[in-house]
């Protein structure tokens, strides 16, 4: 299977809410983020995402590295997704640039309601919501 090596944010606002994005022409919501350019460090492509997509400008000792995941591609049929996924906590205001065309800060209960990509979905939002206090 084609591999595509992304990074990106499980974006935490102070009532731990996270940050979905939505990109143009989709209908999957998931991780802010974007694919790795070759030879650029994962830390490095996040923080250029970040602010392409969301006019968010993060200092690298934001960024905590949760892990590596892998999932089939939301949007590229027949390609996994490899994913190095960091934890920034936000308190600021976001705006959608880019490609992405909706984004939407959600809890456990409000995104059961939206289409989300399989990484998402499946890992990164499961293991974040036990995280939190019930």
């Known amino acids: 299977m084609k591999v595509i090596d992304i990074a990106a944010a499980l974006l935490v606002a ?3 809410r996270t940050l979905l994005v939505r990109k143009r022409g989709t209908r999957a919501f998931m991780q ?3 694919k790795i350019e070759a030879g ?15 006019a968010l400008r993060i ?6 590295f949760l ?7 939301a949007n590229e ?7 190095q996924l960091f934890r920034v906590n936000c308190d600021h205001a976001v705006q959608p640039a880019a490609e992405i065309e909706e984004v939407q800060w959600v809890d456990a ?4 309601a939206l289409e989300l990509a ?8 499961p293991q974040y919501w036990q995280t939190l206090p019930s």
């Open 14 to 16: 102070a009532d731990g």
């Open 32 to 34: 802010p983020g974007g």
């Open 40 to 54: 650029e460090p994962a830390l490095q492509a996040l923080m250029r995402e970040l602010e392409e997509e969301l």
């Open 59 to 64: 200092e690298p000792d934001q960024a905590v």
């Open 67 to 73: 892990g590596e995941l892998r999932a089939a591609a």
């Open 77 to 83: 049929p027949g390609f996994e997704v490899r994913c």
């Open 109 to 112: 209960r409000s995104s059961a």
């Open 118 to 125: 399989p990484l998402t979905r499946d890992q990164i939002l």
